[in-house]
């Protein structure tokens, strides 16, 4: 048996030693898998240091939705803002999880302001949250074309009639 440590092991040696920023190298296909895996243990345990340095890191990065929606509920709108500057890359998150799931980002060249108001929508977040991100990211005509054109392409008429509204006399 081979008592060399494998690739992953050592990207993760070299995680633990010189941290996140020193570990990138050109053309490594495996460091995108090791730095998603990293990505979303952290953002499971809520290790904002650590996600936000990957984020900040990678150019190319798959988010999947509970990620995005991570982000929502911790009102991190400076991740946010960083993460329309990424485009989505095409990771299979087969390696990472047993059971497969739905990814909006997969629909997305880029991540922009109509990514994080699908998963407004399709989670159900407070409608709190969803004011401020609105208030913050949903300002110029093109931001608002953005959604609006995401409204377009999906039927989203089940979520509004969801909606209750207070009835005040």
Known sequence: MDSKPGKIDQILELI???GIQRIRTVGEQINTHVYHMVFYQAVDDDLRLVYSQILKQ?????MRD???????????YELIKISFQ??????NLTLFFSKSFTLKA????????AFYEEILIDYGVDPRVAKNYRERFLIKDSQIKLVLEMYAKNDYVKNFLNITYPISH
């Open 86 to 91: 990424k485009y989505t890359a095409k990771v």
């Open 16 to 18: 633990d030693i010189n």
């Open 58 to 62: 990678l150019k190319f990065i798959q």
């Open 66 to 76: 509970s990620d995005a929606e991570q982000l929502l509920l911790q009102r991190d």
């Open 106 to 113: 997969s629909h997305y060249r880029k991540y922009n302001e």
